[in-house]
């Protein structure tokens, strides 16, 4: 697949291919993983669009559930390859969870044969209703492109979800190929072991393809940004672990100002630098793709094809100011000082990834410690690093994260303890077995959620969240815990379960906060997730616009170009999508630590202990 690109003559006019490696040298398979918001789908799309304009035959995949190609593509993704209009050999399909998860049940159902009865059928029809089921059926799709049968691709580009949920997909070939080694009965939570059985030859090839370094490349995108550059390495070393060794890194977005008397540009550009100047040594070593910041959003074909082209994109005249710039929407403390209202209760911080959750969650969670309240702070998010962010311990706030390795033995410790007494040592080993499974951890991550929630109740829990798609598996978990307990308590009079999902849909008790940034791609997110949690019936509190570079206030040439698309996000915003509307300016020091993060939502009487 290395041979050397030609440009179909009907692109020439309007791309030529950048000289970056992963275009230059692509393997068959080519994954872009990172941190959210560091620009996976934007760099994975280009790339895709790139070898297809090649005269490759393209697959451009999307594992993440709150992707957000559609819109950049301008098409409506499927479950099946659909081919894109103006870029020929570019197709692009989407692992949708709850197709995958449909399609995995009948084909389950569907070897159990004509003998299987009503009982039995509906035994497994529940088995596999779990949030676990769908996590493995979104795989076994995931699978199914590594293996030798999709040669109608050239190449396969990956878009993948955030980083922690990325790491958990690309563990399950060996998770499930070794679980499945002997065992002869299966997981109780993904029906019978013939359901797996029968992909355990897919799992293997999966895990062939992805260590095999002529057919599979990493490429971890990172933005010029201390907490993106640290991601990007930890990545890296947790993929050679599971074999991953062929890996590129790519810098997206690298900042160099056109006007240096501009405060706001010089100091997005600075940071950048020493971020760069401070990369660890086992990312300098991997070979290195730069990707300029480009004044536009990258929606649409003839931006994409732009991104990767060489030389600088032509910067336009800046925007005339509007009337959102002279009336600056209310800032973080005043959010803290709306939720500290409530004296006590959940404040859940969501949105997708890299949109700055975790920065959002530290602050409000210190901002409600200045306003006198008792406060835990914690984190679903495989990948997150509260301590990181804080950089300190406060009185009154808490810190802990759902760690997932730590609920997933907890969970085992606790059934077994409560079911071994009844067990002869044969079925103890058996249930021990089960337990073993990867599809365990789900349940595990589930019951901590719900224990965290109940916290509410006492005092303030401020939970930063995992990136939408996984998250949203987590509220299809709740959901289906609420279905369950009320099916159980039906006709017990009297008797009433309050369940995780009801503490949710309960507005005085839980506050979400959706975070998103100021561009078009980051804004139809945050409303889809909006409008995923309605239909739950759980209404949004707020909404955070985080690095507001119109809030910061800039004349640089490059970055006034891009206030024109911000300015279009807060109309569309403040035109009914949010009810409430804050913002944070993007910030000439980045907020971490406690001091800089309590300067983000200080109250007129704490300023001056801040600034001392």
């Not at 692109?11 to 959210?36: S, Y």
């Not at 998860?101 to 596999?128: H, K, W």
């Not at 509220?475 to 999902?501: I, S």
């Not at 910061?552 to 911000?566: F, I, K, S, V, W």
Request: with cysteine; charged share 20%.
């Amino acid at each position: 697949m290395d041979r050397p690109l030609h440009v179909n003559e009907a692109a020439q006019d309007c791309f030529e291919p950048a000289r970056v490696g992963f275009i230059d040298h692509p393997t068959r398979h080519l994954f872009f993983t990172g941190k959210g918001g560091v620009g996976k789908t934007s760099l994975s799309t280009a790339a895709a669009l790139a070898l297809a304009d090649a005269g490759r035959k393209v697959l451009l995949v999307s594992t993440d559930a709150a992707s957000n190609l559609d819109e950049m593509l301008g098409i409506e993704l499927r479950n099946t390859p659909v081919p894109v209009p103006g870029a020929p050999g570019l197709s692009v399909l989407n692992i949708d969870p709850d197709n995958a998860a449909e399609s995995y049940r009948q084909r389950v159902l569907a070897q159990m044969g004509a003998s299987a009865g009503e009982e039995a059928l509906s035994t497994v029809r529940e088995q596999l209703s779990g949030a676990c089921t769908t996590e493995i059926a979104s795989f076994d799709e995931f699978s199914s492109l590594l293996a030798d049968g999709t040669q109608a691709w050239d190449h396969i580009v990956f878009d993948t979800a955030p980083t922690g949920h990325t790491l958990r997909l690309l563990s399950l070939p060996k998770a499930w190929t070794g679980f499945l080694e002997g065992n002869d009965r299966g997981a109780s939570c993904l029906g019978p072991h013939s359901g797996l059985k029968m992909q355990e030859v897919r799992f293997k090839a999966a895990l062939d393809a992805l260590s095999d370094p002529a057919k599979t490349t990493v490429v971890l995108v990172s933005r010029p940004e201390r907490g993106a550059i640290a991601e990007a390495a930890r990545t890296s070393v947790e993929l050679r672990a599971l074999g991953l060794n062929n890996q590129r890194l790519a810098i997206n977005g690298l900042f160099h100002a056109i006007d240096r008397g501009d405060a706001v540009a010089r100091a997005i550009e600075d940071l950048g630098q020493q971020a760069l100047d401070g990369m660890p040594a086992s990312l300098r070593e991997l070979p290195q793709d730069r990707v300029p910041l480009r004044p536009f959003d990258t929606v649409g074909l003839q931006a994409l094809r732009a991104l990767l082209a060489p030389g600088a994109a032509a910067v336009a005249p800046p925007a005339t100011a509007s009337g959102h710039d002279a009336n600056p929407l209310p800032d973080l403390a005043a959010l803290a000082d709306d939720l500290a209202a409530a004296g006590h209760g959940l404040v859940m911080v969501m949105g997708k990834g890299g949109v700055g959750k975790t920065t959002i969650a530290a602050a409000l969670a210190i901002g409600l410690v200045q306003r006198g309240r008792t406060v835990h702070l914690t984190t679903t998010d495989p990948a997150a690093h509260l301590a990181g962010t804080l950089e300190g311990e406060l009185p009154g706030l808490r810190v802990s994260r759902i760690d997932p390795k730590v609920e997933t033995q907890r969970y085992i410790d606790k059934i077994m303890a409560a079911k071994s007494p009844a067990l002869d040592p044969q079925e103890q080993a058996l249930l021990l077995e089960d337990l073993q499974s990867p599809c365990t951890e789900e349940v595990a991550v589930f019951h901590a959620f719900s224990r965290i929630v109940g916290e509410g109740r006492s005092a303030f829990v401020v939970l930063d969240t995992a990136p939408t798609g996984h998250s949203m598996l987590l509220m299809d978990a709740t959901g289906a815990y609420h279905r369950q307990m009320t099916r159980e308590f039906e006709g017990h009079g009297a008797a009433r379960v309050v369940t995780p999902l009801m503490r949710l849909q309960d507005a005085a008790y839980t506050k979400i906060i959706l975070v998103t940034l100021p561009e078009v791609t980051s804004v139809s997110q945050a409303a889809a997730l909006q409008d995923d949690l309605r239909r739950a019936r759980i209404e949004p509190y707020a909404w955070v616009l985080n690095k507001s570079v119109l809030a910061a206030g800039t004349h640089d040439p490059l970055l006034q170009a891009r206030l024109t698309g911000e300015r279009r996000q807060i109309e569309r915003l403040s035109a009914g999508l949010a009810q409430r509307l804050y913002a944070l300016p993007w910030l000439t020091v980045p907020p971490v630590g406690l001091g800089e993060l309590s300067r983000l939502v200080c109250t007129p009487a704490t300023t001056a202990d801040v600034a001392d």
